[in-house]
């Protein structure tokens, strides 16, 4: 697939935006790609789907199809924000 990639695009984007990605799976036709984090995932489906799908049409013959997931050593799960529970005093009003 590299093959592929590298005679349509240049080096410096294939080590920057394709080198990072790992495999993970391919079954039932599927192949799983793992990119380190949602800004790769957003830029290579906005910037180079096309050229990802091409690359894999060209090296497999049978139909794959391609899903790109985001690392999950990289994604952080926050909490959300604790809202403060308690009464609080409103302010009185006074007329002048």
Do not use: C
């Not at 799976?25 to 489906?45: A, D, G, H, K, R």
């Not at 990802?52 to 997931?69: C, D, F, P, Q």
């Not at 799960?77 to 409103?90: E, F, G």
Request: hydrophobic share 35%; net charge positive.
């Amino acid at each position: 697939m590299k093959d592929e990639l590298s005679g349509i695009l240049p080096a410096h984007t294939i080590n920057t935006w394709f080198e990072p990605i790992k495999p993970v799976t391919l079954s039932n036709n599927e192949l799983v790609l793992e990119v380190p984090n949602q800004f790769f995932y957003e830029w290579i489906e906005s910037h180079y789907r096309q050229n990802l799908k091409k690359a894999i049409e060209t090296s497999s013959k049978n139909g794959l199809i391609v899903r790109l997931i985001v690392s999950s050593d990289t994604q952080e799960i926050k909490d959300p924000p604790q809202k403060n529970l308690s009464p609080q005093k409103k302010a009185r009003l006074y007329r002048a």
